[in-house]
């Protein structure tokens, strides 16, 4: 491939106006548009082919299914001990997608979410790919903000995936109906769903702190197991900082903390003061990690 056609590629298809021996120097610069570099549809394409992108929405997409055919295999719960959204798991396709969030939010989202992000730019060093890239060339702050867009499309993508198809396997399966309170009491569906989508967005919220951890280690390392183990490690630390009450106020900093205060949208008034905390920590969190990425790769010697 020469000059022309490689700039043209990069270019989205266009002409380039020069080939590799030289040629219409003018025309070549008129040409090329940073804005039209790497386009967006190419790095969504580029992401959804890999083979860690099917994986992942493949178990997004089974795991309703599968908790449905163990409840039908287990039967309904009972009690046991203090009342969770598990004892009322199969009252409706809504409690049931409340159940999904429940036991997925700390470990399933979180290792999708890193997956996409951590593997954006870590697997492009890995297969000696991202020289060619900024070479072609590709500005540096551009390549990575396309990467960071539809990483963070994709992760966005999954956590809404897992509701859905919840909804989707609770209605086959329990049928619709209100929501139905662990600690009694009932909300018609029409107002549980407005819910839903409030738990929905704090969840995806509170998932832009491991979505930013995963993004630096992605510029840092060459390695993308590193980069996705290394957010999904910070997750695990954090829970086990949570649990040491001895603490006290300092848990309130800790990035997993408020990861469960959507719960506070299932009380009879919501209570925004636990979701509010839960969004200042994220977004800050975030902010920095995010700042720290573009910072990095401006600066890393990129030679693989």
């Avoid at 049931?96 to 290792?111: C, E, I, K, M, R």
């Avoid at 999708?112 to 500005?139: H, I, K, M, N, Q």
């Avoid at 630390?237 to 603490?247: E, F, G, W, Y």
Wanted: aromatic share 10%; proline share 5%; net charge positive.
């Amino acid at each position: 491939m020469n000059e022309g056609t490689a700039t043209a590629a990069l270019n989205g298809g266009g002409p380039a106006g020069a080939t590799a021996g030289g040629g219409d120097r003018d025309g070549a610069s008129a040409a090329y548009r940073v804005g039209r570099t790497l386009p967006l549809r190419v790095e969504i394409v580029r992401q959804f082919r890999r083979r860690r992108t099917l994986v992942a929405f493949g178990i997004l997409l089974a795991l309703p299914w599968v908790l449905v055919a163990a409840f039908q295999i287990g039967g309904d719960p009972g009690p046991d001990g203090m009342p969770s959204l598990v004892d009322v798991a199969t009252a409706g396709a809504l409690n049931f997608a409340l159940f999904s969030l429940f036991v997925s939010t700390g470990f399933l989202l979180v290792v999708a979410v890193a997956l996409f992000c951590g593997d954006t730019v870590a697997s492009e060093a890995g297969w000696s790919s991202l020289r060619y890239l900024l070479a072609a060339p590709v500005p540096r702050a551009r390549l990575l903000r396309q990467k960071l867009v539809v990483s963070l499309g994709y992760a966005a993508v999954a956590v809404l995936t897992l509701p859905l198809m919840s909804l989707v396997a609770g209605a086959v399966a329990f049928g619709w109906g209100p929501v139905e309170l662990p600690t009694g009491g009932t909300f018609p569906a029409g107002s549980a769903l407005g819910r839903m989508g409030i738990i929905v967005g704090y969840a995806l919220i509170v998932q832009l702190v491991v979505a930013a951890l995963a993004f630096l280690l992605s510029v840092t390392t060459d390695s993308p197991l590193g980069a996705v183990g290394g957010a999904v490690g910070l997750v695990i630390v954090s829970n086990i900082l949570d649990a040491v009450t001895a603490l006290g106020g300092w848990r309130d900093f800790l990035p997993t903390h408020w990861m469960w205060a959507w719960m506070d949208a299932l009380q009879p008034q919501i209570q925004w003061t636990g979701m509010a905390k839960g969004t200042a920590v994220s977004v800050a969190y975030s902010v920095v990690l995010f700042a720290l990425a573009f910072r990095r790769f401006r600066s890393r010697d990129v030679v693989s």
